[in-house]
């Protein structure tokens, strides 16, 4: 029992000093990205981030990080995109619960994978079924309806450093958007536009507006 004691103890006072340390490492946020052969629709789902930084650069960098939580953890991100992409043609919205970016390809091509890193992907980046159509179906007409939604680009934003709570940058704007489904078969969603019709008729009414859903991100 004395034994046990002692260890117990030499446990807690070794996990003592471990806390400082844990509460200072970063994490990844959970990544989902599709594509078109002009662009790549990337989403960062981290709810109440705080002091986000983004910064996108030409040759296919993007960079994140912001901190969240009870404990305002920090979590970090930096993704070697496939190839390069045009910074000032991309754009961003900020919201409560992610951000997500229209990445503009410099070059119009299908890429093989987001990284350009071979292999398997981490594990905190998903495809983004929701939003995905494969290449042969990529005709133009299944462009994602962005309406009432609130853009800035990238390009005249200096890297977005230090946006303090995130707040407004279109918070409203992605409201309830990327509830998680762990179906992997889920097909892309087509409901946005009767929830986008009753919203307006709600507006006319003088009711509060909804928020306008964009598409519900699953793995």
């Known amino acids: 029992v004395l034994t046990l ?7 807690l006072g070794f996990y003592g000093l471990l806390l400082p340390f844990l509460a200072n490492m970063s994490r990844h946020p959970e990544v989902k990205w599709a594509q078109r052969v002009d662009k790549v629709y990337l989403t960062v789902l981290l709810p109440d981030a705080k002091n986000a930084k983004v910064n996108l650069e030409p040759e296919g960098v993007f960079t994140f990080s912001a ?5 305002d953890l920090l979590y970090e991100l930096k993704l ?13 919205n900020i919201g409560v619960r992610s951000i997500f970016c229209i990445l503009e390809k410099a070059e119009k091509v299908w890429w093989k994978r987001l990284l350009r890193e071979d ?7 998903k495809v983004d ?3 995905w159509v494969d290449e042969d179906e990529d005709n133009g007409a299944n462009d994602l309806d962005l309406g009432g939604m609130d853009f800035s680009k990238f390009g005249g934003m200096g890297g977005m450093g230090g946006m ?3 707040g407004g940058m279109g918070d409203d704007a992605m409201g ?8 992997e078969d ?6 946005d536009k009767n929830l986008e019709g009753g919203a307006k008729a709600e507006e006319e009414h003088g009711g509060a507006s909804g928020e306008k859903k964009e598409a519900a991100a699953s793995i």
Request: cysteine-free; overall charge negative; glycine content about 14%.
């Open 119 to 125: 292999g398997k992907a981490p594990h905190f980046i």
């Open 164 to 166: 303090g709570g995130m």
């Open 186 to 191: 889920q097909e892309v969603s087509k409901s």
């Open 129 to 131: 079924w929701d939003k």
């Open 67 to 71: 901190s969240a939580g009870a404990g």
């Open 80 to 92: 070697n995109l496939f190839d390069k992409v045009d910074v000032e043609e991309s754009k961003i």
């Open 5 to 11: 004691g002692v260890g117990f103890s030499l446990f």
């Open 176 to 183: 309830d958007d990327f509830e998680d489904s762990d179906d």
